[in-house]
């Protein structure tokens, strides 16, 4: 065998890489993980334990659609952060949500909430 090296070729400097991040590198058209992840969070939508729901039906809270979609955004912020138990408070309610299972545990009206002392949490989220 023989090991030769061609020395008729340039050689030249290597260039630096690019510090630039593709957004889309999985090929034309198609989305990156990134960009998977973030529309696979959006879709997860918070559940209501059974003891939630008997507490809004006693004390007659009712979410929007609108109000829906935020405290499913404070539950995703609140993910994020690495929370557990997290107090989300809206001007009208209260809500402790189980993060990882992302389980609303129970819900307060603001009358009931005046006086009331939270437990248990990790965090808050304020609406």
Do not use: C, Y
């Amino acid at each position: 065998m023989v090991n030769k090296i061609d020395l008729t070729r340039p050689i030249l400097p290597v260039s630096a890489p690019s510090t630039a991040q593709p957004k889309n590198v999985t090929g034309i058209g198609k989305p990156s993980f990134q960009e998977l992840l973030e529309s696979e969070l959006k879709k997860v939508e918070v559940q209501f334990s059974k003891h939630a729901k008997e507490r809004m039906v006693a004390r007659n809270i009712r979410l929007s659609t609108t109000e829906l979609d935020k405290l499913n955004e404070a539950v995703n912020r609140a993910s994020l952060k690495g929370a557990k138990e997290s107090l989300i408070l809206f001007p009208h309610a209260a809500f402790i949500v189980n993060i990882p299972n992302q389980t609303v545990i129970t819900a307060v009206d603001a009358e009931s909430m005046k006086e009331n002392v939270f437990t248990n949490i990790d965090s808050a989220v304020i609406i």
